[in-house]
């Protein structure tokens, strides 16, 4: 099964931009749809957004131009690069992979992204 590691989170200011990465184990080329959520404390995982492997993105309203999706196939890494950040950003991120041939869902472990002057 594939394995998912986030890294780039971190503390920035209002205003501040930050790069979440998450790199896959194996080839993400073609099988999976990539995507990430965030959770806040005491509220419940959301979606963000996701990439389709032709590179057919979706972003929630909440986020909408400000972050934006992309991905590296060569590299079997998803970026989501965070413009414009708010204090209501303050989440843990996880990387998520759906397997399209076996509808199987993975998980990242998480990063923590802190929005605070």
């Known amino acids: 099964q594939v394995q998912l590691v986030e890294s780039g989170g971190g503390l920035v200011q209002p205003g501040g931009s930050l790069r979440l990465s998450c790199a896959a184990s194996?080839?993400?080329?073609?099988?999976?749809?990539m995507g990430w959520y965030r959770q806040a404390p005491g509220k419940q995982r959301e979606l963000v957004a996701f990439i389709f492997s032709g590179g057919m993105t979706n972003i929630v309203d909440s986020v909408k131009g400000r972050f934006t999706i992309s991905r590296d196939n060569a590299k079997n890494t998803v970026y989501l690069q965070m413009n414009s950040l708010k204090p209501e950003d303050t989440a843990v991120y996880y990387c998520?992979?759906?397997?399209?041939?076996?509808?199987?869902?993975?998980w990242g472990q998480g990063t923590q992204v802190t929005v605070s002057s």
């Open positions: 194996e080839s993400i080329f073609s099988i999976y749809v």
């Open positions: 998520h992979a759906f397997r399209t041939d076996s509808s199987r869902n993975y």
